[in-house]
């Protein structure tokens, strides 16, 4: 089953990176495998790009003339790539070695239309004490109460996974049409987000199944350290909720997912959090565990403020 990776890149600011994302799957254990690398609207980067893997039989590269964003780069990724599976991943990450590995042995193992893996946080900055686990999801990390068994370690049929690590049958991805460009463009709404929800709600809709989540592919998204600061964390999560409620509206096909979670934050976060903080007390504790209810207020807010709008 041969294998397409598709990472797209900007701005020479994270070429570095981007060469480290790269190279990390050149070192992973899976054979059959190419990357598609996709340069969006910069000739600079287009050229570095060519100039580090151009001679490279295993690298296709796509040179966007303008700057389209994410979704379309990425649809220009798919159209390139050969393999019988497409993955995506970010120029941010360091692929686990076994990455591919594992979500290819699910392809074999399972009559699934897509699966996604597990993002763990690579610190470049401290991690910060205002940052509950709960929301990682934020900094495009997966949180511990991710998936069917609200346990990122247990693996099965969920929505989606982040989109620093998904995957899908090409021949799925090209009968769905990729991923929507206009989701927020269409609405003039720069703060609209979600492509990879968007995507694969159609998915559930289409197949009736969702994308199966395996905790074993193992990617290392990078914290920097605007990103974990308190200000972008709570800008972050307005626009996360305004972005749920948005798509709720556009894509009607969006399950109960969202509703889901915030159950599992009342119901099962906050009471855990509870019983650590009366048998481990610390400070610490105690800060994440308001801050569990800020960012949960927050994101709330962005909701209302979507319900407004929409």
């Not at 068994?149 to 090209?174: K, Q």
């Not at 709404?189 to 995507?199: A, S």
Request: with cysteine.
């Amino acid at each position: 089953m041969r294998v397409s990776v598709v990472i797209c890149l900007h701005t020479m600011d994270r070429f570095d990176h981007f060469v480290e994302a790269v190279e990390s799957v050149f070192a992973g254990t899976y054979d059959d495998v190419e990357l598609v690398l996709v340069s969006d609207g910069s000739d600079a980067v287009c050229g570095a790009i060519e100039d580090r893997f151009g001679d490279r039989s295993d690298v296709q590269i796509v040179c966007n003339e303008e700057n389209r964003g994410l979704a379309v780069s990425r649809n220009r990724g798919l159209d390139a790539a050969s393999g019988d599976v497409v993955a995506f991943t970010d120029d941010d990450v360091i692929a686990d070695e076994r990455w591919l590995e594992a979500l290819v042995s699910v392809y074999e193992e399972r009559d699934v239309p897509a699966v996604g893996g597990r993002l763990v946080p690579e610190w470049v900055a401290d991690e910060p004490v205002c940052l509950p686990a709960e929301f990682y999801w934020l900094i495009g990390v997966t949180p511990p109460t991710f998936g069917p068994a609200d346990d990122a370690s247990v693996g099965g049929e969920v929505r989606n996974t982040y989109g620093g690590n998904m995957s899908f049958r090409r021949s799925v991805l090209e009968e769905l049409g990729g991923f929507e460009p206009e989701i927020g463009g269409r609405t003039g709404d720069k703060n609209l987000q979600g492509e990879e929800t968007e995507l694969c709600a159609r998915l559930q809709a289409e197949y009736g199944r969702g994308m199966y989540y395996t905790p074993d592919a193992i990617v290392a998204h990078k914290i920097f350290d605007y990103r974990t600061e308190l200000g972008w964390l709570l800008d972050r999560a307005f626009w996360q909720g305004y972005s749920k409620r948005g798509l709720e509206v556009l894509v009607p096909e969006t399950d109960g997912t969202e509703s889901d979670y915030l159950a599992t934050l009342l119901f099962v976060a906050t009471p855990r959090r509870l019983r650590r903080l009366l048998t481990e007390p610390s400070l610490a504790a105690v800060v994440q565990l308001a801050m569990l209810f800020v960012f949960t207020g927050v994101v709330g807010l962005g909701y209302l403020y979507g319900a407004v709008k929409w």
